[in-house]
């Protein structure tokens, strides 16, 4: 699927999961080299940027933000095309900020409500501010959910935080391992857009890595954060178990005297002492409760319980 806009003499080139005819006739139309052409075809795990004679070739992953749909720590890749009036993006899945975009461009191409920029490469701009914003807000929400463990942990629901956590962790990876390459690659691309675009562009260049580094800040603020948590929880939710255990083991010493003495008045001998005696049975009851008081008073002054 193909859809093309248009703004004060830039083109917009939006391609998703584009079959052959439609990227060869995009190739025609921007003469695009055949191996840039095939790469629009197949994803590819490798982020990239490459410069051409009249354009630039990047190719970035960005995370998966819907719950459904997360099958892969790759992300979802989305490649650009930007040349000097055109540029061109395709993606082999929705990707919603970026239609998102597609949709607030449109408008302001429509009512020509905004001033955009000289070349393409002010679209790019906007478009990436736009997705790193977008991961920038789904970072907030892991943020308020881990704020929201750390309330239920401390509030006496440790062994309920654990796979909280766990899933907590697992949208994280998918943002690093999504994003972990592109300080590498938008480097290389703001050297190279400089040459491209000129130096009047190396600052929206130097802001463009400036807001992927503050996500990637954003993301290892709420991985230091979740780490410290676990910590915290799995500490308390060992603290319970060993509570557990310690519990249990007071329990089987307090009834093993008992168990001891019954143990003996039920031996087959040819005499055992108190048995047949009057008030034989609470005698021996009041011993096993006895022996039983003084082992819990014995615990209780060596502070065991």
Known sequence: MIKRYTYKGLVWVNMESPTEEEVREVMKEFSLHPIVGEELLVATSKPKVDLYKNY????????????????????????????????????YDTVEPLHNFSKIFEVNAILDKSEIGEHAGFIFYYMIKKLYRSMGQELDHIKASLHSAESHIFNGKAKKMVRELSDIGHDLLDFKQATKSHGEVLESFAVTGQKFFG????????DIV?????????????KDFLTELRETNDSLVSTQQNEVVKNLTVMAFLTLPASLIASIFNMSTDYLPIVGQPGDFWIIIAIMLATSICMFAYFKHKDWI
């Open 210 to 222: 400036s807001e992927y580094r503050k996500t990637y800040h954003g993301i290892e603020s709420n």
């Open 56 to 91: 630039i070739y990047l190719i970035l992953h960005f995370p998966t933000l819907s719950k459904e749909e997360k099958d892969s720590h790759t992300g979802k890749e989305v490649d650009f095309v930007v040349g000097k009036d055109f540029i061109i993006t395709t993606a």
């Open 199 to 206: 130096t009047d562009f190396s600052y929206y260049l130097d």
